[in-house]
C-alpha cells in the first residue's frame, strides 16, 4: 500500500528557503498515473495546494507561490522535495504530501496523504 511521509526542518528563519522532502513507498513517483503534490494548512486558514510533480517529471505550481517555490525528485530513493524561497511568518503551516490524480486538493484521496509536518518561520 502507498504511504507518504514529510520530512525536514520545523523551524525556518524569515528570508531564508523552507525545504521538505516526501518518502514515497509502495508505489513508483514515476508512474503516468499520479501528481504527487505539495498541500499545506496555515492555522485558521483552508488547504492550500502547491505544486506537484507528475510521473514523467513534469512540474506544476499554484500561481500564487510560483515565483518562489521549486519541487524536484530523486526517483533512485522515491522521493520528491520542495523548497520555498524567501519565507514570511505567513508561510508557517502544516505541510502536507499527497498522492492526487490531477492538479486540485479534491483529487487527493484521504488514503494517500503523508500525516503533515508543521514548519514554523521565526526568528
Known amino acids: 500500500q502507498v504511504q507518504l511521509q514529510e520530512s525536514g526542518p520545523g523551524l525556518v528563519k524569515p528570508s531564508q528557503t523552507l525545504s521538505l522532502t516526501c518518502t514515497v513507498s509502495?508505489?513508483?513517483?514515476?508512474?503516468?498515473?499520479?501528481?504527487w503534490s505539495w498541500v499545506r494548512q496555515p492555522p485558521g486558514k483552508a488547504l492550500e495546494w502547491m505544486g506537484a510533480?507528475?510521473?514523467?517529471?513534469?512540474?506544476n505550481y499554484s500561481p500564487s507561490l510560483k515565483s518562489r517555490t521549486s519541487i524536484s525528485r530523486d526517483t533512485s530513493k522515491n522521493q520528491f522535495t520542495l523548497q520555498l524561497r524567501s519565507v514570511t511568518p505567513e508561510d508557517t503551516a502544516v505541510y502536507y504530501c499527497?498522492?492526487?490524480?490531477?492538479?486540485?486538493?479534491?483529487?487527493?484521496?484521504?488514503?494517500?496523504w503523508g500525516r503533515g509536518t508543521q514548519v514554523t518561520v521565526s526568528s
Open positions: 499527497a498522492r492526487c490524480t490531477a492538479l486540485t486538493i479534491a483529487t487527493c484521496s484521504r488514503d494517500y
Open positions: 509502495g508505489g513508483s513517483i514515476t508512474t503516468d498515473l499520479y501528481y
Open positions: 510533480t507528475g510521473g514523467d517529471g513534469s512540474i
